[in-house]
């Protein structure tokens, strides 16, 4: 009868903890693809906001793409999925210039103790200059945090617990 009581206290005490969505400031790698392989650099702009920017090399064209994504905790501050849209630009061989409007949805995982950031996602891209004028794409990221985020202090969590959501 104890052990439930205390950890239901512990369990309602957690939950009224502010929920942070990542621990991260800045953080780089690689993207890949099906048929595709690239660069990303993800910044943290908000509390739970971030904007992506991906350098994308495919065997026929060459994008650039510009992402906010909204970050939403799953499980703790480490586990999260987000969504987002943006826009990309580029080359496609015998074709020319392309650019397009882009949705993504994905999950995220920061390894426990480790810089590293894990995620998947799918991202369509809708072409308004393009051979085709639809993609649904996807890929696998690995990203080195660059620059941490400070970890809250005791009296910041105090006041996050009372703060009117």
Known sequence: ????TVLTFLLGFMSLLPAA????????????????????LQQKVYEKTTVEGM??????????????????????????????????GGHLKDFGAIYGLDAIAGIEYKINGLPFLLSTDIKPAFHLRHESWFNFGGAFSI??????????TPGEIIRGIFKKK
């Open 21 to 40: 969505a990542q621990r991260y400031k800045t953080a780089a790698g690689i993207r890949i693809g099906t048929e595709e392989f690239g660069l990303t």
């Open 143 to 152: 990203r080195y945090v660059l620059i941490k985020e400070k970890p809250p």
């Open 55 to 88: 350098v994308v090399f495919a065997p026929r064209e060459v994008t650039v793409t510009v992402l906010g994504q909204r970050h939403f905790p799953l499980l703790g501050q480490r586990f999260n999925y987000y969504l987002g849209g943006g826009v990309h």
């Open 1 to 4: 009868m104890m052990n439930k």
